[in-house]
C-alpha cells in the first residue's frame, strides 16, 4: 500500500502571526513577505485565462500578492481597488478596454501604478491621453524579468 501522505525531510509548522499582520494584509490571507513586510497588492486583468495564470505565477515568484480578473468590470465591482499598489491589465479585452478602465481608475486611483499590456502593438498608436502617474506599456510577447523591473520601478516609492 502507498503512503497518501509520504513523509520526507520536509517539516510543516502553523505560526499563528494573525496579531502583528495588519488589518490589510489579514484580509488578504496572505503571508509576509520575507522581509516582514506585507507585500504589494498586484491585480491583473486580461480575457485570456493562460495569461492570467502565468502573469500570477510570475508576480508571486517575486513574492508580490496578486488578485485575477477576467475584465475590466469584474476589477471595478470588486472591494479590492482600494487596496491596489499596481494594476497591470491588456489593452484589448471585450466590454471595457484597458484604455477605459484606466480612465475609469485615475478619477479615483491617479496615483496608481498601472502597466498596460497588448498584443496588438498598433493599438498604442491611438492611447488617448490617459493623465495620472507614468504609465508603462508592454507588447505581447514580453520577457517576464521585463516585467518585474517595471513593477519594482513602479513601487519604489509606494512604502517610503
Known sequence: MVDPWPVDDHHIFLLDTHATIPARVRKLKISLTMTGRPPFLI??????????????????????????????SELLDSPWLPELDCLISDVDMPGTDGFELVRLIRSSRPELAIILITGYPDRLA??????????????????????????????ANARK
Open 126 to 155: 491611438h492611447l488617448p491621453p490617459l493623465g495620472g502617474s507614468e504609465l508603462r506599456l508592454f507588447t505581447k510577447p514580453f520577457q517576464g524579468d521585463e516585467l518585474l523591473q517595471a513593477v519594482s520601478a513602479a513601487l
Open 43 to 72: 491585480a491583473v486583468v486580461d480575457d485570456d485565462q493562460g495569461i492570467l495564470r502565468s502573469l500570477e505565477y510570475l508576480l508571486e515568484s517575486a513574492d508580490y500578492a496578486v488578485r485575477l480578473f477576467a475584465s475590466a
